[in-house]
């Protein structure tokens, strides 16, 4: 178990679906992010959100919609998505600026199937 | 391109002998170095992390930081068969006034029993 809670932990959805996938934490981080991880691959950072506002954007495509309702959630919305979107999709969430060292700590993830 | 290098392995030690992983860097900017173990299917669970030249020893793990030689390794001691997973490196810089970490590829341990 972890502090930074993801549900669903799984989903499996059609292209033509739409999805949330959710994320929280009571630690108290101002900092919260959303990656994606293929199988054998290291997870690439899609958003990061610092102080409830979108911080950084790493080109993800328009079907992935990040949003920060508050300091303790992050959510990722998901519309006509692609198999090749199949993964596992996870957040995090750190201490942020101006303490560069703080780590990141993870959820558990959701894992994503497209049909 | 910044990366963060790791030799994919898998590294096979023996039970009770020290695995050492290594991980190399090409951001000189880089400030904080992260060590995550992530088992099949799992998400990634921190180890230790280091920002200071030099050695940090916690239980059965030492971090190693080289900023010169833009180099990180992790020694586990007394390695264990519940060691065995992939060991992912993770580095954080400032880039455009913003904090990103960028992993490695992450090494496959295995701990023979």
């Known amino acids: 178990d972890t502090e930074v809670t993801q549900t669903p932990k799984h989903l499996v959805m059609g292209m033509t679906n739409k999805k949330s996938l959710k994320c929280e934490q009571h630690?108290?981080?101002?900092?919260m992010y959303w990656y994606k991880q293929k199988a054998k691959k290291p997870p690439e950072l899609m958003f990061v959100y610092s102080y409830e506002k979108l911080s950084i954007n790493e080109s993800v495509p328009s079907r992935f919609s990040p949003e920060c309702p508050n300091s303790s959630l992050l959510n990722l919305h998901l519309h006509a998505l692609q198999p090749e979107d199949s993964a596992l999709y996870l957040c995090?969430?750190?201490?942020?600026?101006?303490?560069?060292?703080?780590?990141?700590?993870f959820g558990d993830g959701t894992r994503l199937s497209i049909l | 391109q910044k990366e963060v290098e790791q030799n994919s392995g898998p590294l096979s030690v023996p039970e009770g002998a020290i695995a050492s992983l290594n991980c190399t860097y090409s951001?000189?900017?880089?400030?904080?170095f992260f060590w995550y173990r992530q088992y099949s299917g799992k998400s990634p669970e921190l180890i230790m992390f280091i920002y200071s030249n030099g050695d940090k020893e916690d239980g059965r793990f030492t971090a190693q930081l080289n900023k010169a030689s833009q180099y990180v390794s992790l020694l586990i001691r007394d390695s264990q068969p519940s060691d065995s997973a992939t060991y992912l490196c993770a580095v954080k810089a400032e880039s455009g006034g913003y904090q990103k970490v960028t992993f490695g590829t992450g090494t496959k341990l295995q701990v023979i029993p």
């Open positions: 630690m108290g981080h101002r900092a």
């Open positions: 995090a969430s750190s201490q942020d600026h101006p303490n560069l060292n703080q780590p990141q700590h």
């Open positions: 951001d000189r900017g880089s400030q904080s």
